[in-house]
Each structure stands twice: as C-alpha cells, then as structure tokens.
C-alpha cells in the first residue's frame, strides 16, 4: 500500500499486489451490441508486511477485496502482479499458478468466512479433520492420526464424540471451532482468518475470538484478521490494522485504536463511532 510499513524481517511480505477480473459480456454479444470488454479491479498495488506472532488486521467494507488479498495469499486466486513472500522465500510460482510447493502450504492455513459452506456436509468431522494430515503425510499411524483429531477437538472445546457427527449436526459457533481445527490439524505458523465470525450471532462470536487469541497464545501462531468490524477487530487486539477501501486500495498500517483527526479516509468516522460503541463511550 502506498506509505505503508514495510519491515525487513516480515514474516510475510506483500508487495505491489494486484488482481483484475474480466466482467465483459459474452464475446458474440459483445459483437452484435459494440460493446466493449470491462474489467473490475479488485486490489490494486496492496502491499503490507506482518511480523511474526503479529496479528494483523485487514479492515474495510464489504467488496473492498480484502478476501480476495486472503485467497492470493493461500494461492486460491492468483496475481496479475505483485509479489507473496512468506518467511524470506517467494510463496508463489508463477509458471503453476499456485503456492510453490507442500511444505509452505503446510504452514499457510485458511479459516473461512461461512462454516456452513465451507466444510464438506458428507463427511464426518473426525474425516474432515484427518484429511490435512493425510494430505501432508503427517502422521503415518492410523491410530496416532485418530488421536491427533481427539487432540485438535478438544483444543477447540469440542468433545471427542463429535468426531462421529456430521456438520450439519452442529450449531454455527461449532461449525466454526471445526473450521479452526482444520486449520490447525497441518500444524501451519499463519492462518488467514477471513471474516470468521461475521456468520455468527454475537455471543458466539466473543467465544470465537476468545479461542483464536488463546491458540495464538499456545501455539505462537501469526493471523492475518480480515473483517468489515472495527468491534470485532479490537476484540482481536491486533498489534497493527490496515484499512482498506474501494477498488483494493490499501491505506498506511497503523496501530490499533489510532484513526488520524480529521481523517480524509472514507470510513473513518464510521470505525471511530465502533471503537467508542465497544468500549461504551457515547457517540453523537
């Protein structure tokens, strides 16, 4: 982002990020009708460094392209330009089109906006959870395997039963905790969590954010914290926030709770009035 803060020892460093999506018309009524071939831009020239055990938060309204930087990152989007770093090395191959290889994808894990989309509604948990571990060949041991999935059940305050039921057999808030077991189940050093509590009623999402401060606490884990509540974000307590805006502009990295006096940003006076709801302060 232009004036950010870009760190020499970043545990991941984005540079100059960009990415464009082709919205035209089919090519024959394009033909019959003129018209000409549109192109939305949904991040352009982002850049933004994390330190790590940093949490950093990414904030801004919805169809900014804050998720859209998340699925670049985990290399479920690629790039039309710009560089991934991740640790000092490049995370993603241009030539493939995707992370470079298993060993950086093990440590690049993703929690997703909607648990009731994202996990796989035939089969079962213990299943769900078993399948990173198979996919990074882990552990070799069917038993161990199955004693790491009663492990990662009960960091997320699940039960080992649950690792017999389906999703649909759970609540939102649970749904979500099997979410950031999967997450975990590869052992990764940063996860992307991408609006993980915005499906959720508010009690719950307190519970949520409570557990990933806490994972972050026991495993020394790095979070790249998206979302379009400046709330939520403080509950987080990132180390420093990035607002990001229409059209995929990222603005300066600054620590949380400070918003300039008289900002020009678009959203400031909205994240103020947030910033003063939670910690019970009137706003006029």
Request: proline share 6%.
């Amino acid at each position: 982002m232009p004036g950010g803060v870009m760190m020499d020892n970043a545990y991941l460093q984005v540079s100059g990020l960009s990415r464009h999506f082709d919205i035209s018309d089919p090519f024959l009524a394009r033909l019959l009708t003129g018209g000409a071939r549109r192109q939305l831009t949904a991040v352009d020239n982002v850049s933004f460094s994390i330190a790590r055990g940093q949490t950093y938060a990414l904030v801004g309204e919805s169809g900014s392209g804050k998720s859209t930087i998340a699925r670049m990152i985990v290399g479920l989007e690629r790039p039309d330009s710009g560089t991934i770093r991740f640790d000092g090395r490049t995370a993603f191959d241009e030539r493939q089109g995707q992370v470079q290889d298993n060993s950086l994808r093990q440590k690049l894990q993703m929690v997703f906006q909607s648990p009731y989309s994202s996990l796989n509604p035939r089969w079962r948990v213990g299943d769900i959870l078993m399948e990173p571990i198979r996919a990074f060949d882990l552990i070799a041991d069917p038993e161990a395997r199955r004693r790491r999935v009663h492990e990662l059940l009960d960091q997320v305050g699940l039960s080992t039963q649950d690792a017999q039921r389906y999703p649909h057999e759970f609540s939102g808030g649970q749904r979500q905790r099997i979410s950031i077991a999967r997450a975990l189940a590869s052992n990764p050093q940063f996860i992307v969590c991408d609006e993980p509590t915005s499906a959720l009623d508010v009690s719950v999402q307190a519970q949520v954010l409570n557990l990933l401060k806490q994972l972050q606490r026991d495993l020394q884990l790095t979070y790249l914290f998206i979302s379009h509540d400046m709330a939520v974000v403080g509950d987080g307590a990132p180390d420093r926030r990035s607002e990001e805006w229409p059209a995929g502009r990222g603005k300066r990295g600054r620590p949380p709770d400070r918003i300039p006096a008289g900002s020009l940003y678009p959203h400031a006076d909205g994240i103020d009035a947030a910033l003063c709801r939670r910690r019970g302060i009137g706003v006029i």
